[in-house]
């Protein structure tokens, strides 16, 4: 991390880094808000249909820890890629 401190380009506004960062955040910002926001409500319902005695069959079984998996792959997918665009669009990390 020194290294990057020591470096003539740290702090330095460059548009390639913007371009750069804005790309992997609204990346991170798809995956949060479209996939995994989309998948959870999924899971919650074979969870809850599980929950309240209802009889589901042995694919939803299966496929109820998948999907939340899935959600929560994602989101914390999303928000580490929401992290590190922008920190690529302050300049950190760029060569």
């Not at 401190?5 to 798809?30: E, M, Q």
């Not at 005695?53 to 694919?59: C, D, E, K, Q, S």
């Not at 820890?65 to 760029?94: H, K, Q, T, V």
């Amino acid at each position: 991390m020194f290294g990057q401190f020591k470096s003539p380009n740290f702090g330095r506004f460059s548009w390639h880094a913007l371009a750069v960062g804005l790309t992997i955040f609204l990346l991170g910002l798809f995956k949060k808000t479209v996939l995994a926001d989309n998948i959870s409500p999924l899971a919650d319902g074979l969870f809850a249909a599980s929950m309240e005695g209802n009889a589901i069959n042995l694919a939803a079984d299966g496929a109820a820890p998948r999907l939340y998996d899935a959600a929560l792959f994602r989101f914390l997918s999303g928000y580490s890629d929401m992290a590190i665009g922008l920190a690529r669009c302050s300049g950190c990390g760029c060569r």
